[in-house]
């Protein structure tokens, strides 16, 4: 996610209110098996990189769309899809999010919005995921 603070928050206020909110919205997941969060979070540059794991690639790209989509998150984030075999952080195949989501059914409890992405997701990401990580 792009290191952006949040628009007009007082003085004084954390600048970055939406990592919480995401980190949460991860930890939620977790708590359910639907995923696992690989890490804490980190800055990188000027970017902020969450770490996900525990599910196919399919599902790891809807949980990173419905996370870009969150309140406040900043507008450009991508999803990196790597594995623990690359030979440096940050490697792996790019995938701008959110991705487009239509109406449909939950498959790992995020309500409507994940069924219509992973329907959709065969030619964006050109393949079935099998299990794998994201950046």
């Known amino acids: 996610m792009p290191l952006l603070p949040t628009p007009d928050l007082p003085d004084g206020s954390y600048p970055f209110p939406w990592i919480e909110d995401v980190e949460d919205f991860l930890s939620g997941l977790e708590d359910q098996g639907d995923v696992e969060v690989f890490d804490e979070g980190e800055e990188d540059g000027d970017l902020y990189v969450f770490f996900v794991t525990g599910a196919g690639e399919r599902d790891l790209l809807a949980v990173a769309s419905r996370v870009a ?34 109406a449909g059914s939950d498959s790992v409890g995020l309500g409507t919005q994940i069924r219509p992405v992973t329907q959709d997701m065969d030619h964006l990401v050109g393949r079935h995921g099998g299990p794998g990580g994201l950046q």
Request: hydrophobic share 50%.
């Open 69 to 102: 989509t969150l309140p406040g998150v900043p507008a450009g984030a991508v999803a990196v899809l790597s594995n623990d075999e690359a030979e440096e952080f940050g490697l792996g195949r790019r995938v701008v999010l959110p991705l487009h989501v239509l």
